[in-house]
């Protein structure tokens, strides 16, 4: 069955560092769709960042990018010189390109940026 | 003006009470969902729909039911409400066009509470 895992709960980062948040999938499907939405605690769902699964380069939006390694189905998403701005809750999530456009979300990871 | 709006974005109710939650949109597409997201369950699917004949149960439809007035406008019923659909429901819509990646599109979300 498709699943998305992200195993991280909360995470801290200091303000200006690097974080990377995990996310693994699972799907037999060759041709899907990665995605990466940010929480913040107003609640609104705000799309960060895309990887189609036959792209071959990182995606790339400002300071998020995305390290895909297909072969491990991972799709983590890399935020660098973290703002105060980023502390949100951040979740992964995967459509299946053929058949249901369904799409299916992690559980999620809360970012916390420390001054 | 929001292009996914939610309607109530807040309500309280009690036990037993016939509740629905309104989405309309205004981007055009075709495929529109509904999402309930619950403290450390992250988003699930309650149900989605291609077009207003085609209306299709997700991994959490008991309890629920849908109606696709028209392209734009998509419903969500809890017919009887219980204290556990307490949760932040989010209405979303998807479309492959020009300039997107197939993202889905949030609004701004109903929270509903069950007494």
Partial sequence: AQKITQTQPGMFVQ???AVTLDCT???SDPS?????YKQPSSGEMIFLIYQGSYDQQNAT?????LNFQKARKSANLVISASQLGDSAMYFCAMI??????????GTGTRLKVLA | DADVTQTPRNRITKTGKRIMLECSQTKGHDRMYWYRQDPGLG???IYYSFDVK???KGEISDGYSVSRQAQAKF???LESAIPNQTALYFCATSGWSSGNTGELFFGEGSRLTVL
Wanted: overall charge neutral; charged content about 30%.
């Fill in chain 1, 15 to 17: 303000e200006k560092e």
């Fill in chain 2, 43 to 45: 988003l699930r699917l």
């Fill in chain 2, 54 to 56: 085609d209306i299709n």
């Fill in chain 1, 61 to 65: 939006e400002g300071r998020y990018s």
């Fill in chain 1, 96 to 105: 299946l390109a053929r058949g249901t456009y369904k799409y299916i979300f």
């Fill in chain 1, 25 to 27: 999938y699972d799907t």
């Fill in chain 2, 75 to 77: 419903s969500l019923s």
């Fill in chain 1, 32 to 36: 899907y769709g990665l995605f990466w």
